[in-house]
């Protein structure tokens, strides 16, 4: 969403960009100041893990940049460098911490991956320096500061999804649980950003009602708002023959 905003409206003045994760914000921080340098981190792992030629020996190269990726004793830059790469070669590309805030996904058996996109990353950084951009690391809640009184402001909301069923539990990508009544917070911020009359606001979320029409939770959460259901791709499911299209909530303001 973010990178579609600043290449399709080209007059956007400042974008906020905020999460709980601080690797993912200090991420962007990285991309948009220190392209090069994170290139020349990424290609050095990228031709040692390349040059393993044994499942077993990239598995354990995985497990020994992942342990120094959660010792938090590496550079800004470093670390992004890691956190791509955990990605490029995790199972599934997830990103999932355990209760101690540890990057714990295993290991991914890729034959050939792209670690190091050279050209990617220096888009996306003369991207993110088209305007000016403010990078927040906590609650949602901040995003209530950066709201400019005297502009219209849009808003979008991506929280992680509420499970589908009690077998589908999953929902603390960080150590941080979002539960039900982090839902309910979220959607009394809604609430509270929309009587400003100057935001125009969208959310995403999981279509509980799609798998048990009974399970009106989000439909009691904002009603009196515009609920759209659309159809995304899931590849990120242990069982291959439960990925594919699923129903996804989209609800907006206006």
């Not at 101690?100 to 991207?127: T, W």
């Not at 125009?200 to 979320?205: H, K, W």
Request: proline residues 3%.
């Amino acid at each position: 969403m973010l990178f579609f905003l600043i290449s399709e409206f080209q007059n956007i003045k400042h974008i906020v960009v905020n999460d709980v994760n601080s690797n993912l914000t200090d991420a962007y921080l990285v991309v948009r100041q220190s392209p090069c340098e994170l290139i020349k981190e990424l290609k050095h792992i990228e031709n040692e893990y390349i040059a393993l030629k044994f499942e077993a020996s990239r598995k354990d190269y995985y497990l020994a940049r992942r342990a120094q990726f959660n010792s938090k004793k590496q550079s800004r830059v470093e670390n992004t460098a890691l956190l791509l790469f955990l990605n490029r070669t995790c199972f599934n590309g997830l990103y999932r911490e355990n209760a101690k805030g540890q990057f714990n996904v295993p290991f991914g058996r890729y034959v050939n991956p792209q670690i190091c996109n050279e050209f990617l990353i220096m888009a996306d950084s003369e991207a993110l320096n088209r305007c000016e951009l403010t990078v927040l690391t906590g609650d949602f809640e901040r995003v209530g500061e950066m709201v400019d009184p005297d502009a219209l402001n849009f808003i979008y909301f991506d929280p992680p999804y509420r499970p589908l069923s009690s077998t589908s539990s999953f929902n603390a990508y960080v150590k941080e649980a979002f539960n039900d009544d982090s839902q309910r917070r979220l959607a009394q911020f809604f609430r509270s950003l929309d009587v400003r009359g100057n935001c125009q606001l969208m959310l995403s979320n999981a279509d509980c009602s799609a798998k048990n029409p009974s399970d009106t939770f989000f439909e009691n959460l904002y009603q009196g708002y515009r609920i759209q259901r659309v159809t995304a791709s899931r590849s990120v499911n242990a069982v291959a023959s439960k990925r594919g299209k699923i129903t996804e909530l989209l609800i907006t303001n206006y």
